[in-house]
């Protein structure tokens, strides 16, 4: 019974395109994002070579082209499930987590087959660039037996018959293939990602990915099922704009999904009910004068002096999660370096925000962010220089 | 750049130039002086956009100063010129030391041609530090001059701020908030 739902679930979205399994392959490596990371700036898709930040240093996400030498011409469709299921080399090297396989062991076997029969319709490149720039001990491949063994467990989706199709759907898409935890769960201390479910925030090059649970204030309580489909359809809503990181999941994959997928993900991410409002005392801020001040003279200009922003240009601060979020990373790194939200068909803007490093110092940066965290309502802990010193 | 000599000269011109009264700071107060040693230490004090190969003839007054003296090096001629003429003139005694009305004489003179200097074209030397000392009461305080924001102060500049969209609409209203400079402005360090 529960074998046949996962079925159905994972069919959900197909039935209204009669496709070749390579079509289906296309859409479903777009889902995964397969190409944001195996594609260098400016090369060709699927053709490897990009170099992935974690925790440990650079690691290149190899060739995914039929090239044979270089590429995975000369794999065989179990080589291929075993390398995306459970983290394994045909010659019995493992990968590196980097490649998220942990959440793609939760992927169907006839949806990874779809993805290889579509990267087989691929031109070979040749590209044997591949390769981790980590420093001891972490350079030693066969030590990932014991990471795998501390935290992977290659776990196959299974349904929620209690929930309906779609919830599963979601479930199926975010946990398997979307991989949104990979960004949006807390990394253990050896770069490990987060029990499958728990979407509490996470912390990704330099950006917070923010928590996708239901708290009202630095979660999605406040998010309708509409406003989450919109942000991942458009990467534009009228609460917040996908930048940074987020920008390349939007354009290079939540953009390009059908809306009943969408519409799926956002059942599952809003199946906690809003948690009720908790009624902190508000406390007095630190340097509010002067946060304020330069907030009049340097960003009201764009974010407007009550932080409602203009919608799809400008990204409220009052009330935003990312701006109350856990932690301040999201904002250091957009006042000090500068951001540029998605552009896709339906927004196609893009707008950027200006790197404002050069102008305000690391107690000016603290303050600003400081005082955007608690007025209009926001409360959020305070930015400390020192966060800021180190964003630089 | 300047030596601190040259510099107390200086700043006892831009002083005179601007003098300090009811309505704000002079141009000591204001940085002129600072202002101007920091470009002549930069690549317009050391002529780095101009042509400078010979031959150099007379032009006309349109056709602007014709001359291999970068402004670093006019000034600290003028400097000395203006120095040795005041040492001989009164009985030893430096610009800066000097009673305000005879430094207005004497600067006044050299603006009107009456008075020239030992070595220098001293009118020309004159128009350098008149421009200079202007540019550094009104350029922003990034710069080292307009300190406090005097000059934008007196004249109501509003600075560099991103727009004014939410004073469009307010007709008739008087404008007051504070000017912004490039690198803020007072307020965003001590909450004044
Ligand atoms: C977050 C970045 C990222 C994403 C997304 C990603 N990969 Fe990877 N992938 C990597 C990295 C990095 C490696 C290299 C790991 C190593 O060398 O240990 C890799 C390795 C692989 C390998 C092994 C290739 C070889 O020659 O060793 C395969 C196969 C693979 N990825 C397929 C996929 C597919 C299919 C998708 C989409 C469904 C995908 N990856 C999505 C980063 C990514
Ligand atoms: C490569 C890392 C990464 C991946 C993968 C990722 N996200 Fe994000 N996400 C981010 C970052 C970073 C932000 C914050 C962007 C910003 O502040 O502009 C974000 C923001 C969001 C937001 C807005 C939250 C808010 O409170 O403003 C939603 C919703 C979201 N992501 C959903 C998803 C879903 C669903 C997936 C999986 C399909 C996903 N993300 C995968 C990094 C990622
Ligand atoms: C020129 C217009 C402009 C100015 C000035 C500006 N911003 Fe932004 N800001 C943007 C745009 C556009 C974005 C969306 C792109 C992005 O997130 O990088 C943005 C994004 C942000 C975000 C991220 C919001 C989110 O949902 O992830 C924060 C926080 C922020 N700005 C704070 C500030 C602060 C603080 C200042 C003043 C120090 C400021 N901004 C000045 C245009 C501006």
């Known amino acids: 019974m529960l074998g046949l739902l996962a079925a159905l679930v994972a069919a959900a979205s197909d039935e209204t395109r009669a496709e070749t399994p390579a079509e289906r392959g296309r859409y479903l490596a777009t889902v995964g994002d397969c190409v944001a990371c195996h594609t260098a700036p400016g090369g060709t898709p699927f053709a490897g070579g990009r170099a992935i930040e974690t925790p440990f240093g650079p690691i290149i996400a190899p060739n995914l082209t039929p090239d044979r030498a270089s590429g995975l011409g000369a794999w065989s469709d179990a080589d291929f499930l075993r390398a995306l299921r459970r983290g394994l080399r045909p010659d019995g090297a493992r990968l590196y987590p ?24 691929l031109t070979p490149v040749a590209n044997p660039a591949r390769g981790a720039g980590f420093g001891f001990p972490f350079n030693l491949r066969p030590l990932m037996v014991f ?3 501390l935290y992977f467990r290659p776990a196959p989706f299974v349904a929620d018959p209690g929930r309906s199709m779609a919830w599963n759907r979601g479930a199926y898409l975010v946990e398997g293939l979307g991989h949104c935890g990979a960004c949006h769960g807390a990394k253990g201390a050896l770069g490990a990602d987060p029990e499958p479910g728990v979407l509490g925030g996470g912390r990704v090059r330099g950006w917070f990915a923010p928590d996708l649970g239901g708290d009202p204030r630095a979660g999605l ?3 309708s099922l509409d406003d989450i489909e919109r942000y991942l359809a458009t990467g534009s809503n009228g609460r917040a704009l996908a930048a940074g990181p987020m920008a390349e999941v939007v354009e290079n994959s939540t953009a390009r999904l059908t809306m009943a997928d969408l519409r799926a993900i956002a059942l599952y991410l809003k199946q906690d009910a809003p948690l009720s409002q908790p009624a902190a005392a508000p406390s007095p801020v630190p340097n509010g004068r002067i946060g304020a001040a330069i907030y009049a003279d340097a960003c009201a200009a764009c974010h407007r002096a009550n932080g409602e922003g203009v919608p799809g240009l400008f990204p409220r601060l009052a009330g935003s999660s990312a701006v109350q979020s856990a932690r301040p990373d999201t904002l250091i790194t957009v006042v000090l370096h500068g951001g540029r939200a998605a552009a896709t068909g339906a927004a196609p803007t893009g707008p950027a925000m200006p790197a404002l490093g050069w102008r305000l110092d690391d107690a000016s940066v603290a303050a600003v962010l400081t005082y955007i965290r608690s007025a209009w309502g926001n409360e959020a802990a305070p930015v400390s220089s020192e ?6 | 750049m300047l030596t601190l000599a040259e510099a107390a000269t200086l700043e006892a011109i831009v002083d005179r130039l601007i003098p300090p009264d009811e309505l704000g700071p002079g141009g000591r107060e204001a940085g002129c002086a600072l202002f101007i040693d920091r470009q002549l230490a930069g690549p317009f004090g050391r002529s780095e956009s101009l042509y400078l190969l010979p031959p150099f003839l007379d032009g006309t007054p349109e056709q602007g100063l014709q001359s291999p003296l970068t402004p670093a090096v006019r000034m600290r001629a003028g400097l000395a010129a203006l120095e040795a003429h005041c040492r001989a003139a009164f009985v030893g005694r430096a610009f800066a030391a000097l009673p305000p009305a005879g430094q207005d004489r004497l600067l006044s003179e050299i603006e009107d041609g009456t008075r020239s200097l ?9 128009d350098l530090v008149l ?12 710069h080292g001059g307009n ?12 600075g560099a701020r991103y727009d004014y969209r939410d004073w469009v609409e307010r007709h008739g209203a008087a404008y007051t908030l504070p000017p912004v400079g490039i690198g803020g402005r007072p307020g965003w360090h001590d909450a004044g």
């Not at chain 1, 980097?98 to 319709?121: G, K």
């Open chain 2, 118 to 126: 030992a070595g220098v074209n001293a009118r020309a030397w004159f």
């Open chain 1, 387 to 392: 966060a800021v010193r180190r964003g630089r």
């Open chain 1, 147 to 149: 990471w795998d063994a």
């Open chain 2, 131 to 142: 421009q200079m000392t202007m540019e550094g009461f009104f350029a922003d305080p990034i």
């Open chain 1, 98 to 121: 980097a490649c998220p396989y942990v959440y793609f062991s939760a992927v169907r076997d006839e949806d990874l087959l779809a993805i290889r029969a579509f990267l087989a319709t």
């Open chain 1, 221 to 223: 309580g406040g998010w």
């Open chain 2, 147 to 158: 300190r406090q924001m005097a000059g934008w102060r007196l004249i109501g500049f509003p």
